[in-house]
T-cell receptor, first 115, second 114 residues
Framework: AQSVTQPDIHITVSEGASLELRCNYSYGATPYLFWYVQSPGQGLQLLLKYFSGDTLVQGIKGFEAEFKRSQSSFNLRKPSVHWSDAAEYFCAVGAGREYGNKLVFGAGTILRVKS | AAGVIQSPRHLIKEKRETATLKCYPIPRHDTVYWYQQGPGQDPQFLISFYEKMQSDKGSIPDRFSAQQFSDYHSELNMSSLELGDSALYFC?????????????FGPGTRLTVL
């Protein structure tokens, strides 16, 4: 079965510092991978996605993620964090057509930004 | 650009009451997904529809039912509500069932059961 692990429940970084949020997935075939961001009480906004091709994908708000098949990872990065980036970040894998293409989410990582 | 619309945005019900959540997908999107996000939890898949037919079912209680109508909007019906049903319910839509199709999420309906 598909699964996503986000090892870090909380991460605190200083404004202007770099950020890396970890994500590991379990999936039998080529995965469809996504990162979503959720502000408190808000909906889910897509940051970026990987389907195929270049393993380094660029997203909105200056985020990028790198797909590493050998490590089953899809870590999210940002070179310089802004206070407005404080939110919860979810990594998700598409479960595939045989499972109706539902998304399986990780438990999320809460990002705190200190000034 | 049009987004996914969910109504109501907030709903307060008593135990054992019923609730109906509505989702209006992005125009020309024929696939709808429902997810439930409990407090401090990740979103969990409930059910999905493609072209008005159920395409997949997740951990949805028997007390819940859903359908997709001819105009592609979807409704999630919840009966005999329990305290544990308090959650944020998301609807997402996509153009077709390809796994590469991005799911666009609505703002969610926050259901509180007292």
């Amino acid at each position: 079965a598909q699964s996503v692990t986000q090892p870090d429940i909380h991460i605190t970084v200083s404004e202007g510092a770099s950020l890396e949020l970890r994500c590991n997935y379990s999936y039998g075939a080529t995965p469809y991978l996504f990162w979503y961001v959720q502000s408190p009480g808000q909906g889910l906004q897509l940051l970026l996605k990987y389907f195929s091709g270049d393993t380094l994908v660029q997203g909105i708000k200056g985020f990028e993620a790198e797909f590493k098949r050998s490590q089953s990872s899809f870590n999210l990065r940002k070179p310089s964090v802004h206070w407005s980036d404080a939110a919860e970040y979810f990594c998700a894998v598409g479960a595939g057509r045989e499972y109706g293409n539902k998304l399986v989410f990780g438990a999320g990582t809460i990002l705190r930004v200190k000034s | 650009a049009a987004g996914v619309i969910q109504s109501p945005r907030h709903l307060i019900k008593e135990k054992r009451e019923t609730a109906t959540l509505k989702c209006y997908p992005i125009p020309r999107h024929d696939t709808v997904y429902w997810y439930q996000q409990g407090p401090g939890q990740d979103p969990q898949f409930l059910i999905s529809f493609y072209e008005k037919m159920q395409s997949d079912k997740g951990s949805i209680p028997d007390r819940f039912s859903a359908q997709q109508f001819s105009d592609y909007h979807s409704e999630l019906n919840m009966s005999s509500l329990e305290l544990g049903d308090s959650a944020l319910y998301f609807c997402a839509s996509s153009p077709g069932t390809s796994g590469s199709n991005e799911q666009f999420f609505g703002p969610g309906t926050r259901l509180t059961v007292l």
